[in-house]
């Protein structure tokens, strides 16, 4: 007798809670992967203004995208999303990149030098903007870690400050003012980089 | 300080440039098949995970969801561990009776002295015999005889000593 015989003979029973958890399983798995088509990109580029690394940058995504499949039973209780995501990926390259060394600053210079749009620009022109771009990464660096993971997230123009207080787990009060302060900050970095620059160019 | 401090419209620029440099690389993108390899990475993930899940699946695992099989299996797991708890306790206590020696108890000695580690000898040891030399036994008849002379200081009485004067 096989299985179905059996099943359809009554003396063989699926219980209903198994088949429950199968459609709810296979609910879940088609979620996570509307999640990965929709928001990998974005972790991705969040992962990579930190890093700065693509290969680091992709294992952060997937990293992350295999915490949500642990923690899938809660998929229904976010409310948002991205910005959960967005969270989760941030956590995870704050804390690779406490555990990796410094980055040097010619690194920078190499990976902007080969990711960054050409435009039109001659091959110096690429070499100057890209050395320009590291110097000011490495202000950034510079930069006190609240006010720099602030000013990070402020630059990904589909972020609104609520939401980078939702990610930094801040209110929106203290993001403004952490921006506030990272721009004074910054300006005074890259005013003394300059000077220091124009001084050695002489 | 520098003039460029002094300069809010420098500074200005110097931000924005910053700013615009952070935006550049958040808006680089993401590389080509990227969706792709997570879903591979999270098929593989979730292949892996159900090895080592509990088997709620499908097929002749079934059965263990019954309710009898489970009693029945806590049933056995419980038998294991009492009888073999059981027989770790038999065993200690076998042990116990026949091969630990019990150790004197150590009473303190009357006075407030103590006994300085010393323990009894046992009496089943012959002890030795000294037997003293025949020439040591005459020396000791001489000098018995010593103490009698008159002119020995030990023999004058201190009294005589004091009414001399």
Known sequence: MSTSQAIYAGWMEIPTSAVNE??????????????????????????????RNPSDA???????????????HTLAEVRDHRVWLIRIVWNIVLDRKRRAKTRPETDDVVELARVLPSNGLSQEQMAAAAQHHARV?????????????????????????VEIAAVLGLTESSVRSRLFRARNQMAELLDHERSSHERSCR | MNSNSHNPMASAANV????????LIASLPAPQGLEGRVHEA?????????????????????????????????????????????????????GHNGKVIPMPLRTPAPGGFSGAGAIRTPTTLPGVTVTAPAKNAAGQKKNAKVPSTPGHPAQQPAVASGSAK
């Open chain 1, 22 to 51: 199968d459609a709810r399983r296979r609910e879940e798995d088609a979620a996570i992967s509307a999640l990965v088509d929709q928001y990998a990109g974005a972790l991705y580029r969040v992962a990579y203004s930190v890093l």
């Open chain 2, 16 to 23: 924005h440039s910053g700013e615009e440099t952070l935006r």
């Open chain 1, 58 to 72: 992709e294992d952060a995504v997937q990293e992350a995208f295999l915490r949500v499949l642990r923690h899938r």
């Open chain 1, 137 to 161: 990464l490495a202000c950034v660096e510079q930069l006190p870690a609240k006010e720099r993971e602030v000013l990070l997230l402020s630059a990904f123009e589909e972020l609104t400050s």
């Open chain 2, 42 to 94: 999270l098929r593989g993930a979730s292949r892996n995970g159900r090895v080592l899940a509990w088997p709620k699946g499908a097929g002749s695992l079934d059965s263990l969801k019954n309710t009898w099989m489970r009693t029945a299996a806590a049933a056995a797991i419980v038998f294991v561990v009492v009888g073999g708890g059981w027989g770790v306790y038999s065993r200690v206590e076998q």
